[in-house]
């Protein structure tokens, strides 16, 4: 059982285009991870958020955790060929529960 | 480099076989997870180990055990193997709570 959901499955987008990709749960989490998956290989951890309505840059990567801590969203400013991959949110409750995941793909 | 090793990188086997996936942990992580991710179910938590303990189990099937040893390596065991086992395997480890470091992964195809 997935707990958490992710928005849209897929994105396929031309280079220097803006995202958001979106992370939802009927539960309140702790804290939440963003993590990137690049093919041939392991997700990657991006940021962890963990206070309600915290905001976290990471270059041209926005992440928000939402007031209510039941949802989170990444923002992708001037998307690059090289953000391509598969993006995946996770909680921490006793282990890492993975969301569905958002593959992105972005053409030069 | 996560600094986790996985091994086989690639294993090809026939149902009804037995296959072991080995993982060595980054150096000083004293807890090792196993995933597995397949097409159409994600990335799907199996079990922890931590010092050589077994501390969290996720959807694992029967036919599925690991084990750590007390170098920290870990072992994930399949069995009776069937066309649906067919994904990536994961193992990633950690200090603790702290963040996971994946490894690459071991693709293994059931024919």
């Known amino acids: 059982t997935q707990l958490l959901e992710q928005s849209p499955q897929f994105l396929s987008i031309q280079e220097g285009e803006n995202l958001t990709v979106y992370c939802n749960s009927s539960?309140?989490?702790?804290?939440l991870q963003w993590y990137r998956q690049e093919p041939g290989e392991g997700p990657v951890l991006l940021v962890t958020?963990?206070?309600?309505?915290e905001v976290k840059k990471l270059k041209r990567l926005t992440f928000q955790f939402g007031d209510a801590r039941k949802d989170s969203s990444l923002h992708i400013t001037a998307a690059q060929p090289g953000d391509t991959g598969l993006y995946l949110c996770?909680?921490?409750?006793?282990?890492?529960?993975f969301g569905t995941g958002t593959r992105l793909q972005v053409f030069p | 480099d996560s600094g986790v090793t996985q091994t086989p990188k690639h294993l090809i086997t026939a149902t009804g076989q037995r296959v072991t996936l080995r993982c060595s942990p980054r150096?000083?992580?004293?807890?090792v997870y196993w995933y597995q991710q397949s097409l159409d179910q994600g990335l799907q938590f199996l079990i922890q180990?931590?010092?050589?303990?077994?501390?969290a189990k996720g959807n694992i099937l029967e036919r599925f055990s690991a084990q750590q040893f007390p170098d920290l390596h870990s072992e994930l065991n399949l069995s009776s193997l069937e066309l649906g086992d067919s994904a990536l395997y994961f193992c990633?480890?950690?200090?603790?709570?702290?963040?996971?470091?994946f490894g690459n992964g071991t693709r293994l195809t059931v024919t």
């Open positions: 990633a480890s950690s200090l603790s709570d702290s963040p996971l470091h």
């Open positions: 539960s309140v989490f702790s804290s």
């Open positions: 958020v963990v206070t309600g309505g």
């Open positions: 996770a909680r921490n409750t006793d282990k890492l529960i």
């Open positions: 150096s000083g992580d004293l807890s």
């Open positions: 180990y931590y010092n050589g303990e077994e501390r």
